[in-house]
């Protein structure tokens, strides 16, 4: 039995389809608690074909269940040359195109065994280390306050990592060094400040903002659009917004506290919300199990130390990048073509569309342009390609980050090898070419650090067995 989901009208279902689960999650700051399902099979998402999309007239379609012997039939069972998308590790999944009885097209996603994710990483966080993660946010934003640097590019909670020793840290700090006009925000409209949806523009009072949509991840455990929150808050029925999760571990006087500073910061006045100062003065009175690692309330292991061991001979790429040599970088990205995009992108039937032919155009021009080192055309068919916003690339990134260094625009090349580090976290490349920009930014001592970064990613890539 399979797993699958649809546009299809339910009228339009036949009879006799067996029952199936469509579930997709989406997780952040490992709140989102995944609901463990007796899932012990393949699993297999349905989604209709632009020429068999359900419904019309601006009705809602509603979702339809197939089972497994449907979907077999639909693919002439799940055959090779019906595969329209393969991906990589990243996200170990074929897509198929289909076909129903009722000669409509459909695309099936088949995931492997090994899709599915560890229980452990959507293990139930403690409320002594929901009240942590708040606080050093809450320090960082202070910290940057204080520096000069009070904005902070859509803060939400997907920007919290937690480091080896598992205390939370804030990321992307590239961006916020990149956001000085105070204009770049891209979250869900439902979670941005009111005063950007009126004039364009963050200020460090619609950061505060933000952190109250993290503040109620913290408290729910999921995605809650502010003014249904604050609707609940002023109905006195805060406590409903605590995660069930929790299951009334938590003090109800510090929960009413947490769920007050998220209702101050969701004000829809900027004037009316409090500052950094406040956030940490607030949080720090609610800190508890001071003594505990944040490792042990996660309940995960502390790596041992490993002893120094002899830097790991540079790759062509990092000494390209460790001498500076722009020729050399642009003749590995020319080799290494889209090689390590595997898993960021699926076409699958997106790839019908006139407008997906038209993207895709513009990178191939883009590609050939790059190739022959005319390096201004580059970047003005890799910018059409990005700013439609349907496909993310690092690579693409990666290669216009070039494009801006061969013609002098470091500031360009240090956000776009940023962009590409947010596509693809790990990627070796990605941190070279800050390395790069940051030494054509005179900034010497980052360049150094990331250089190091990136050495010791590859590194650990090649451990791995995925090559360098």
Known sequence: MGSCCSSLLPEKHHPGAGPAAAVEQNNHLHLNHHQQQQQQRRSFSVGMGESGGGGGGGEVPAFAEFSL????????????????????????????????????????????????????????????????????IAEALEYCSNEGRPLYHDLNAYRVLFDEDGDPRLSCFGLMKNSRDGKSYSTNLAYTPPEYLRNGRVTPESVIFSFGTVLLDLLSGKRIPPSHALDMIRGKNSLVLMDSHLEGNFSTEEATTLVDLASQCLQYEPRDRPNTKKLVVTLA????????????????????????????????????????????????????????????????????????????????????????????TAIECYSQFLDVGTMVSPTIYARRSLCHLLCDQPDAALRDAMQAQCVYPDWPTAFYMQAVALAKLDMQSDAADMLHEATMLEEKRQKGGKGP
């Not at 289909?98 to 099936?108: D, F, H, M, P, Q």
């Not at 722009?326 to 997106?350: K, P």
């Open 285 to 376: 009175s609610l800190q508890i199990k001071l003594e505990e690692p944040s490792y042990v309330m996660l309940g995960i292991q502390k790596p041992e130390e490993a002893p120094a061991t002899p830097p790991h001979p540079l790759s062509p790429m990092g000494e390209a990048c460790s001498r500076m040599d722009l020729t050399a970088i642009h003749q590995i990205l020319v080799m290494t073509h889209y090689r390590d995009d595997e898993g960021t992108n699926e076409l699958s039937f997106q790839e019908w569309t006139q407008q997906m032919r038209d993207i895709l155009d513009a990178r191939k021009r883009g590609d050939f342009a790059f190739r022959d080192k005319d390096f201004k």
């Open 69 to 136: 012997a449907e979907l077999k039939a639909a693919t002439n069972g799940f055959d090779a040359e019906n595969i329209v998308s393969e991906s990589g590790d990243k996200a170990p999944n074929l897509v198929y195109k289909g076909r129903l009885k009722n000669r409509r097209w459909i695309a099936v996603k088949k995931f492997s065994r090994t899709a599915w994710p560890d229980p452990k990483q959507f293990a139930t966080i403690e409320w002594a280390m929901r009240l942590r993660v708040a606080f050093y």
